[in-house]
C-alpha cells in the first residue's frame, strides 16, 4: 500500500519550494536570515512531526519562534548577568 500522508520532512520542502520566490526577492543580508530561519524549521522537525498540523508552515513558524525566543531569553540573561558585575 501507498502513503495517504506526505512526510513532514516532504511538507517542509514544498513550503521552502513555495517561498522560493520570495527568497529570491530579499535583499542578500537577508535571505542569509531567512536560510537560518528555515533551518530552525528543519531542526525541530520532530516535534513537526508529531504535531501533525495539515498546514506544515503553522509547526515550521512554531519552531522558528521557540528558536528565536531561546535567543532572546540567552541575550536577557547575559544582559543581566552583565549589568549585574
Not at 535567543?71 to 549589568?83: A, M
Amino acid at each position: 500500500m501507498g502513503r495517504t500522508v506526505v512526510p513532514y520532512s516532504v511538507k517542509i520542502e514544498m513550503v521552502m519550494a513555495r517561498f522560493e520566490s520570495f527568497r529570491k526577492g530579499l535583499r542578500r543580508e537577508d535571505r542569509e536570515r531567512f536560510d537560518e530561519l528555515m533551518r530552525y524549521a528543519h531542526i525541530q522537525v520532530q516535534s513537526g512531526v508529531m504535531a501533525q498540523h495539515p498546514n506544515a508552515f503553522d509547526s515550521m513558524s512554531m519552531a522558528m519562534h521557540l528558536h528565536l525566543k531561546k535567543q532572546i531569553d540567552d541575550l536577557t540573561k547575559r544582559i543581566n548577568e552583565l549589568e549585574q558585575q
